[in-house]
C-alpha cells in the first residue's frame, strides 16, 4: 500500500460526498468511477477465469467431469453461503462504524469451520460415487478459504478501496485456472485440480488480503471505534446478519435449483451441458453485480443521511446501467450465440444456443433485479429479503418442476427466466416502499428503540 493514500482525516460530520465520519487516520477512497473500474476488472476476469475452468474441464475432461465439479458446488455452495451470512454487505452498510473488523473476522471463521463440518457429514451420509465425494471435500475446502478472503473483501469495500478488491480477485482467478488447469491436465483428476487451487487461494489470503487488512484496519479503526467489547456483541452481529444469510443461502439454492432438477431427471451428462451454457453467462453477470457492489457504500451513506432524491438519482441509473447491459448480452447471444459456443466448447454444446439465449435472458432480467436488491441492502432491509427470496426460489422451483420433466433443459432454462421475473417485480415493489419519506422516519425510529 502506498503511503500517499493514507492522509489524516479529522473528525467532522457528513463530508459532501456523504460519508460519516472516520476515526483517526482514514485510508483515502476512490471515486465511484474508479471503484467500479476496479470491481468490474477484477470481477470480470475472475468470471472469465471460472468459465475458463468449465473449458478446461470440458477440454481435458468431458462432460462428465463438468457435471461432477457443478455437483459439487451445488452440494458446497449454499451451506458455505448461509455460514457466510452475507456479513459482506453488513460491513459495507455499517455506516456508523457499529462493528469492528476482528468481530467480523472472527464470527466469519467459527461460522466457516462449522461449515466444512457440516460438509463432511453431507458427503459422508449422502448416496455419493467417491469420486464426486472427494470433489465435493476438495471444493468445501477451497470455498471455506474464499470465505475469509471474502471478509477482507468487505472491509476494502467499506472504506471504498475496492482496488484491493479487484487485485485479489484477479490473483485469485488466474491462480485458480490455472491451478487446475494443470492439475487436471497432469492427473486427470477433478479431485487434485481442486485442492491445488485451494492452495493457490490459502496462499492470497496470506500473502496479499491479511496483510492488505491489517494495514487497513491500523488506518480505520481506533480503540473506540466501537462500543466496548462485551460477550454478546457476537451474537448480536450474528442476530443481525442472519436474515442476509437466510437470503444468500435461498438465492444460491435457487441459481443451483435448475442443476438439481436436471441430475434428477437427465443425468450428469446434460447437467454437464446446461451448466457449461450457464456459466457463459456469467461474465456479463459479474459486470453488473460489480456496479451494484462499487455502489452500495455510497448508497448506504445516501439512505442513512436521508438524501432520497440523491439515493433515487443513484439508484435509477444503476438500474439503467444494468438493463442496458443484459440487453447487450442478450443481443450477443441471439446474434452469434452458436458461434461462441462451438469456439469456447464445442458443436455439442454450439446445438442448443436457444437455451443459451433464454438464460441470458434470465441474466438480463436478473441485472436489474441485482441492482434494486442492491438498493434494498444499502438501506440495511435485511428481514424483508427473506420473503421476497422464498417466492423467488419457489417461482424457479415450480417453473423447473412443471417444465424440466417434459422439455428437459430448454424447460430448466423457462424456470429461471421466470424465476428471474419475479425477482424483478417484487424488489421493484420494495425499493418504491423504501423511497416513501415515512418510511425513512420509521425505520430511524426502529433503529433508536
Request: glycine fraction near 10%; hydrophobic fraction near 50%; aromatic fraction near 10%.
Amino acid at each position: 500500500m502506498n503511503p500517499r493514500e493514507i492522509r489524516p482525516q479529522p473528525l467532522l460530520g457528513l463530508a459532501s460526498s456523504g460519508s460519516l465520519p472516520l476515526p483517526g487516520y482514514a485510508i483515502r477512497p476512490l471515486s465511484l468511477r474508479s471503484n467500479f473500474a476496479w470491481v468490474v476488472a477484477g470481477n470480470s476476469i475472475y468470471a472469465l477465469c471460472q468459465w475458463g475452468m468449465i473449458v478446461a474441464l470440458a477440454k481435458f475432461g468431458n462432460s462428465f467431469m463438468v457435471g461432477q465439479f457443478s455437483l459439487g458446488l451445488a452440494v458446497v455452495t449454499p451451506v458455505i453461503m448461509f455460514a457466510n451470512l452475507n456479513l459482506r454487505s453488513v460491513q459495507a452498510t455499517d455506516a456508523r462504524r457499529q462493528y469492528r473488523f476482528a468481530e467480523y473476522l472472527r464470527l466469519r471463521v467459527a461460522l466457516t469451520v462449522a461449515a466444512l463440518l457440516a460438509i463432511a457429514a453431507i458427503v459422508r451420509f449422502g448416496a455419493y460415487e467417491a469420486g464426486t465425494a472427494s470433489v465435493i471435500l476438495a471444493l468445501a475446502l477451497a470455498k471455506g478459504i474464499e470465505s475469509v478472503s471474502d471478509i477482507h473483501y468487505g472491509l476494502f469495500q467499506l472504506n471504498d478501496r475496492l482496488d484491493q478488491t479487484g487485485r485479489s480477485m484477479i490473483l485469485r482467478g488466474v491462480l485458480a485456472v490455472l491451478a487446475l488447469s494443470g492439475g487436471l491436465y497432469l492427473t486427470g483428476s477433478v479431485f487434485w485440480g481442486c485442492m491445488w487451487m485451494a492452495l493457490t487461494w490459502v496462499l492470497t489470503l496470506l500473502l496479499f488480503d491479511m496483510r492488505h487488512g491489517r494495514r487497513m484496519v491500523s488506518c480505520t479503526e481506533s480503540p473506540g471505534t466501537a462500543e466496548p467489547r462485551k460477550p454478546p456483541r457476537g451474537l448480536r452481529l450474528l442476530v443481525l446478519a442472519l436474515p442476509l444469510g437466510i437470503v444468500t443461502t435461498i438465492a444460491t439454492l435457487n441459481f443451483h435449483m435448475p442443476r438439481y432438477f436436471i441430475h434428477a431427471f437427465q443425468g450428469e451428462h446434460e447437467l454437464g451441458i446446461f451448466s457449461a451454457l450457464a456459466y457463459a453467462t456469467a461474465s456479463l453477470t459479474i459486470v453488473g453485480d460489480s456496479l451494484a457492489t462499487s455502489a452500495v457504500p455510497r448508497l448506504s451513506r445516501l439512505y442513512a443521511g436521508g438524501r432520497l432524491a440523491e439515493y433515487r438519482t443513484l439508484l435509477l441509473r444503476l438500474v439503467a446501467a444494468g438493463s442496458a447491459i443484459g440487453l447487450f448480452g442478450l443481443a450477443l447471444a441471439r446474434s452469434i450465440g452458436p458461434w461462441l459456443l462451438r469456439v469456447f466448447y464445442n458443436a455439442d454444446y454450439a446445438a442448443h444456443s436457444g437455451i443459451f439465449t433464454v438464460l441470458m435472458g434470465a441474466a438480463a432480467l436478473n441485472f436489474a433485479a441485482s441492482m434494486l436488491t442492491s438498493g434494498i441492502t444499502s438501506a440495511r432491509c435485511f428481514g424483508i429479503q427473506v420473503p421476497l427470496y422464498l417466492l423467488v426460489a419457489g417461482a424457479t422451483a415450480w417453473g423447473c418442476a412443471e417444465w424440466v420433466p417434459a422439455r428437459g433443459m430448454a424447460g430448466a432454462a423457462l424456470g429461471v427466466i421466470f424465476g428471474a421475473g419475479v425477482r424483478v417485480l417484487l424488489s421493484a415493489a420494495i425499493v418504491l416502499y423504501l423511497l416513501a419519506p415515512d418510511s425513512l422516519i420509521r425505520r430511524r425510529e426502529a433503529m433508536e428503540q
